[in-house]
C-alpha cells in the first residue's frame, strides 16, 4: 500500500539559512499534518491542513510557514534557521479526522 | 488541555515474557486513542488505535490495549514479547479542535528485549 512520502530524508543547513521540507500524502487523503520531533522527545503538532486550508495551528514558530497544494502535497518552509531547530521533522496524512499515517521523516542538522 | 502520561521512560523485558506499557490520557470528551511505535531514526508506525466500541482493541504484531474509561488509561500488552519488538512506544490521543484532529503524545516508553 501507498505511503506517506517525505523529501528529502536528511538536510543540513546553516544557521540563518533557509529549508523547504516536502511531503505527498497518501492517495485520496485530503489531511496533512506536521510534527516535530526533538532529540528524546515525543513529537509535537505543528500545523495541518484540510483541503488546501490551515484547519489547526499548533506550536509553529513564526519563522515557519505551510501551505498544502492543490495536488494536496504540502510544503513545510523554515527560515532564519536556528540551532534549536535541528529535529526530525513528521508529516502525516489522513482522511479527514480518521487516523493518521505518518512519513519516514525528514532529519535536519542546522550547524 | 489534552494531555498524555507514559509513567515508564524504560522498560526491560525478556525475551518470551509479557508485557505491559501503561498509558494515562486527559481529555474532556470520549478520547480517539492511539499507540505508536518507533524504531530508531524511523518513522511512526500505527499499532491500534481505539475511536469507539469494544474496549479491547487488537492491533498489529499481536499487541492489544484496552480502554477503560474510569481509570483513564489506554494501557498496550503483548503475551510474549519478541526481540524485534525492542524500539519507542508512543501514545497519542486525538484531540479535536475546530472540527479537526491533532495529536498529543506522551513522553514515550523505551522497551528494551533482553536474551
Known amino acids: 500500500a501507498a505511503g506517506v512520502i517525505q523529501s528529502p530524508r536528511h538536510l543540513i543547513k546553516e544557521k540563518r539559512e533557509t529549508a523547504t521540507l516536502k511531503c505527498y500524502p497518501i492517495?485520496?487523503?485530503?489531511?496533512v499534518y506536521w510534527y516535530q520531533q526533538g532529540p528524546g522527545q515525543d513529537p509535537q503538532f505543528l500545523i495541518s491542513?484540510?483541503?488546501?486550508?490551515?484547519?489547526d495551528k499548533g506550536s509553529i514558530p513564526d519563522r515557519f510557514s505551510a501551505q498544502q497544494f492543490s495536488d494536496y502535497h504540502s510544503e513545510l518552509n523554515m527560515s532564519s534557521l536556528e540551532l534549536g531547530d535541528s529535529a526530525l521533522y513528521f508529516c502525516?496524512?489522513?482522511?479527514?479526522?480518521?487516523?493518521?499515517?505518518f512519513g519516514p521523516g525528514t532529519r535536519l542538522t542546522v550547524l | 488541555a489534552q494531555s498524555v502520561t507514559q509513567p515508564d521512560i524504560h522498560i526491560t523485558v525478556s525475551e518470551g515474557a509479557s508485557l505491559e506499557l501503561r498509558c494515562n490520557y486527559s481529555?474532556?470528551?470520549?478520547?480517539?486513542l492511539f499507540w505508536y511505535v518507533q524504531s530508531p531514526g524511523q518513522g511512526l508506525q500505527l499499532l491500534l488505535k481505539?475511536?469507539?466500541?469494544?474496549?479491547l482493541v487488537q492491533g498489529i504484531k499481536g499487541f492489544e490495549a484496552e480502554f477503560k474509561r474510569s481509570q483513564s488509561s489506554f494501557n498496550l500488552r503483548k503475551p510474549s514479547v519478541h526481540w524485534s519488538d525492542a524500539a519507542e512506544y508512543f501514545c497519542?490521543?486525538?484531540?479535536?479542535?475546530?472540527?479537526?484532529?491533532?495529536?498529543?503524545f506522551g513522553t514515550g516508553t523505551r522497551l528494551l528485549v533482553s536474551p
Open positions: 502525516a496524512s489522513s482522511l479527514t479526522t480518521d487516523t493518521q499515517y
Open positions: 492517495p485520496r487523503h485530503d489531511t
Open positions: 491542513f484540510y483541503e488546501k486550508m490551515q484547519s
Open positions: 481529555y474532556g470528551a470520549t478520547p480517539y
Open positions: 481505539y475511536f469507539s466500541g469494544d474496549t
Open positions: 497519542a490521543v486525538g484531540a479535536m479542535n475546530t472540527g479537526f484532529q491533532k495529536l498529543v
